[in-house]
């Protein structure tokens, strides 16, 4: 029998990895109905914190807050300017910028920014979504939800109609991360919660969770934690996680979704692009894991140095999932190292990516980038188990493709 060509293996798999609807488990964007929350089309792809750290890098002596004053489309000519005409895109974000524009089929060539301006004007919000996730064959969008966020909170209020093609996820980082201000803000909501863990405030924290639960009905909930958040810990974050947000999400079967290692503002001047990194203690991962063992969670961590624990200790407990290449992890060299050494240490049981875009155009480059390097990386492992006369046919291919696009997430919620 004739050993199949690694050629037409990756063909097959290309092609599958196109045909086959995405999932994408985590975004920052928002349907149409959130007005301006939702961000699209040129200035705001320039204006995205990670082109403006990379362009302060050229710029020793600009004002932080001179930049920030300017209207947002000084701010994303000026970006244009020097991360792409006075030198070349070659960043992840500044070339993932291009990927976009070239799949839109934008007028790339003049390097004109009126003329790319002109062709987004024309794309109404929804015609937009639409071609975005049309381009890449993602099937849902989930959101990031976050009720501390007046903005978003505001729209809630008034009312948001479900669009299928987004879902909610209910963010609560400032439970965990920023009490006692967060009971402040609670307070403002309308439930009595105050600074001490009392009786009762554990009774409006847990009130204020079922009331969002039930308002925007979210697949998960979410946290960003530092890289210092340990268990156990007298921390009255923790314990709130432990003791109140933990068992009502095993009553309502629903995940915990933990994004751990991020410092916020190591350099507040840069607002959004000031936040950085630090290594966990997995150990926090492993009591979380034993300690709550009804208890499901999605999990990506910051830190590189964290990756291959976060291998280990999800072989050791199936209700961790691990998730995405997050943030600065989020370029072709570490979407390589951490999906082969996931794939070697946990075969198919984990979610390759989600693409974490702020402004709708972005899913296309975040997806296309990573379906480039799986390809490969698959094309690489079936062509070993082909070599031994394993044959691999569509179906298997397609079955476990769907795995990791989609199928891994949805079952994991059930
Ligand atoms: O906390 C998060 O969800 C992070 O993804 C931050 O939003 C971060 O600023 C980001 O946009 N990463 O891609
Ligand atoms: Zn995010």
Redesign the pocket.
């Known amino acids: 029998m004739s050993t199949p060509s690694p050629a037409r293996l990756r063909q097959r798999i290309i092609r599958l990895l196109a045909e086959t609807p995405a999932t994408d488990i985590?975004t920052?964007l928002f349907s149409p109905a959130f007005g301006s929350l939702l961000l699209r089309g040129i200035d705001d792809l320039l204006t995205y914190?990670?082109l403006i750290a990379e362009f302060f890098r050229w710029h020793q002596h600009l004002d932080y807050d001179v930049f920030f004053s300017l209207p947002r489309e000084a701010q994303a000519a000026a970006v244009w300017q020097t991360l792409f005409l006075d030198h070349s895109p070659l960043s992840e974000s500044s070339r993932g910028l291009l990927t976009s524009l070239h799949t839109l089929r934008c007028p790339l060539r003049s390097r004109n920014l009126d003329k790319l301006r002109a062709f987004f004007a024309q794309l109404s919000p929804s015609e937009h979504v639409d071609l975005c996730m049309r381009a890449v064959n993602i099937d849902t969008l989930v959101m990031?939800n976050n009720p501390f966020d007046p903005a978003e909170r505001a729209c809630w209020e008034r009312g948001v109609p479900d669009d299928p093609r987004f879902r909610t996820a209910l963010?609560i980082?400032n439970l965990l991360t920023a009490w006692p201000a967060a009971a402040q803000d609670l307070r403002t909501m309308g439930f009595r919660a105050s600074a001490e863990l009392s009786p009762s405030t554990r009774s409006a924290i847990r009130s204020f969770l079922l009331a969002w639960i039930n308002r925007i009905k979210p697949l998960y909930l979410?946290a960003?934690l530092p890289p210092t958040f340990s268990l156990p810990s007298p921390d009255p974050g923790a314990r709130i996680l432990t003791d109140i947000v933990l068992p009502l999400l095993r009553e309502r079967n629903l995940v915990m979704a933990l994004?751990i290692g991020?410092e916020r503002q190591v350099n507040p001047a840069l607002r959004?692009?000031g936040?950085s990194i630090g290594r966990m203690n997995i150990n926090t991962l492993v009591h979380l894991a034993r300690s709550f063992p009804t208890n499901k969670f999605l999990v990506t961590i910051l830190s590189r140095e964290n990756q291959h624990e976060l291998c280990v200790v999800a072989r050791k407990f199936r209700n961790l999932m691990p998730f995405g290449c997050?943030?600065f992890l989020?370029s072709p060299f570490f979407i390589e190292e951490l999906t082969r050494m996931r794939l070697e240490w946990l075969g198919l049981t984990f979610i390759p990516q989600h693409s974490?875009?702020?402004v709708l155009d972005q899913i296309i480059y975040k997806w296309l980038h990573t379906k480039q390097i799986l390809a490969e990386i698959l094309t690489q492992k079936y062509a070993t188990i082909e070599a031994t006369g394993w044959k691999v046919s569509n179906d298997d291919l397609r079955r476990d493709i769907s795995d990791l696009l989609r199928n891994n997430f949805w079952r994991f919620l059930e």
């Open positions: 985590h920052h914190h990670y990031t963010r980082d979410m960003s994004m991020v959004l692009a936040d997050w943030w989020n974490d875009a702020r």
